[in-house]
């Protein structure tokens, strides 16, 4: 499974950016999806995830309320949208692809990895 994320920039404190997911070489509908963020000198964490239909998500406290990860089986796509966004939001965002676990949440509970994509919140 090949993923592609797009959509970061630069938005002001309080504004909203929609990242994308786009994934290839695999039965889409089969694949829980997480995005997670990395912010300079910092681990990766985890930020929202997806079950393979879309029934289910579940997000980290720090974005509950705020974002919103969704799918759509028949693009091949997942979404984050991304409101009220803060300056401490901002990092390199990764979309990852696990085959039919329930609401991972763990890096190593991923098996594929999009190249990442930037977010800079400006105060």
């Known amino acids: 499974v090949q993923l592609q994320a797009s959509g970061g920039g630069l938005v002001q404190a309080g504004g909203s950016l929609r990242l994308s997911c786009a994934a290839s070489?695999?039965?889409?509908?089969?694949?829980?999806m997480g995005w997670f963020r990395q912010a300079p000198g910092k681990e990766r964490e985890f930020v929202a995830t997806i079950t393979w239909g879309g029934g289910s998500t579940y997000y980290a406290d720090s974005v509950k309320g705020r974002f919103t990860i969704s799918r759509d089986n028949a693009k091949n796509t997942v979404y984050l949208q991304m409101n009220s966004l803060k300056p401490e939001d901002t990092a390199v965002y990764y979309c990852a692809a696990v085959h039919l676990k329930r609401l991972p949440v763990s890096t190593d509970e991923f098996d594929y990895w999009g190249q990442g994509t930037l977010v800079t919140v400006s105060s």
């Open positions: 070489g695999g039965t889409f509908s089969s694949y829980s």
